[in-house]
């Protein structure tokens, strides 16, 4: 019998709290109660191409991007789970690909939601969108260009959420997006995210600062949208102190529990920030299921059970970034 928990995956600060009481605790069959039978949610990275270069000696390689026959094999994958595919769409794939994909995952009835970036998009790519009742976030680095995406969405009267990427360059302008708050009712959530694990664990003193100056205006949120941070960027949030974080500003990281990212090239991973791939496994040649049930992957969960374990300040940090040591 398969163990399910939740019906969808959770966001809620507290849950963290609760992995660290329970977690490892296993049912007479030997499974993991708080385990997701299969991921909730996958994140799927459609890059146009990737170079992989092996970590040990250097070496790189060319290798296919994401095709039609991977997402196709995805989508059956997904079959009659309780799964929504994210598409990160970094790069606008070419329609060829997406479009019999989104027709798959029509008929399979399985979820999408599409992360869409600032360049602007072409009028077929919003009719997509509306045929098939895809939830949206916008992905943007610069307040300026999500300004005018928000626009071209509020005019499609497509609702969504507005995912700004922070690195070191762009906290001011982040600031400044929060002063001004150009989101209509249309936007859904503001959600603070990062792109590399890098900035999150290692950052100048000036970034801390700003970062303060971001979540105080955050936390003053009078606004009709939530406003949240990825766990993410739990590292960064932590040097500022816990009295600066407002409870249920940061949210937990469900990597591995809940939720799954599948890179350009294939590899099935809990964390959509190991850029290394310490924890992935080929899905050219395995199935999502395999590994997410492996005793590989239970190593990277081992992270939720041993990081920061005992630290009173959980329910407001969300339980930080189980892998910020294999990061730094
Ligand atoms: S393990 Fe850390 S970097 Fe990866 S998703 Fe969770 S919080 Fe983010």
């Known amino acids: 019998m398969e163990n399910k928990r939740f019906p969808l995956y959770q966001t809620n600060p507290d849950f963290y709290n609760h992995i660290q009481k329970v977690s490892g605790i296993q049912n ?15 994140l799927i990275r459609m890059d146009k191409e990737s170079v992989i270069q092996n970590m040990k000696d250097g070496v790189s390689w060319y290798r296919k991007p994401i095709d039609v026959t991977d997402l196709t094999q995805i989508a059956e ?13 970094n790069k606008l794939h070419s329609l060829e690909t997406i479009v019999p994909f989104l027709e798959k995952c029509h008929i399979l009835e399985i979820p999408l939601s599409f992360y869409v970036y600032e ?29 005018q995406i928000i626009k071209q969405f509020v005019k499609e009267g497509i609702s969504a959420e507005a995912q700004y990427v922070l690195s ?33 664990t290692s ?8 970062m303060e100056e971001l979540v105080k205006k955050a936390s003053k949120n009078t606004w ?10 739990a590292p960064i949030m932590q040097c500022l102190g816990e009295n600066q974080i407002k409870k249920g500003l940061l949210q937990s990281c469900d990597a591995g529990l809940f939720s799954a990212c599948i890179s ?37 969960r081992q992270g939720f059970i041993f990081a920061c374990s005992g630290c009173s300040s959980q329910s407001k940090c969300g339980g930080a970034c189980p892998m ?5």
């Open 224 to 233: 009709y949208q939530k406003v949240e941070f990825s766990s993410c960027l």
């Open 119 to 147: 360049n602007r998009l072409p009028d077929i790519v919003f009719k997509l969108l509306k045929k098939y009742g895809c939830s949206v976030s916008i992905v943007c680095k610069n307040g300026t260009k999500m300004e």
């Open 264 to 300: 350009s090239d294939m590899y099935f991973l809990p964390c959509p920030l190991d850029k290394r791939k310490r924890w992935a496994e080929d899905l050219r040649t395995t199935t999502i299921q395999k590994p997410w049930k492996s005793s590989f992957f239970d190593l990277f």
């Open 28 to 42: 007479k069959l030997g499974q993991d109660v708080l385990l997701s039978a299969f991921p909730e949610k996958i």
């Open 168 to 200: 070191e360059k762009n906290l001011c302008d982040a600031i400044n997006v929060l002063e001004k708050h150009p989101f209509p009712q249309e936007i859904r959530r503001v959600f603070f995210s990062i792109e590399r694990s890098g900035f999150s």
């Open 77 to 89: 994958e997904c079959f009659g789970e309780e799964c929504r595919l994210v598409v990160d769409m």
């Open 203 to 210: 950052f100048k003193p000036e970034s801390v600062i700003y």
């Open 324 to 328: 910020k040591a294999k990061f730094s």
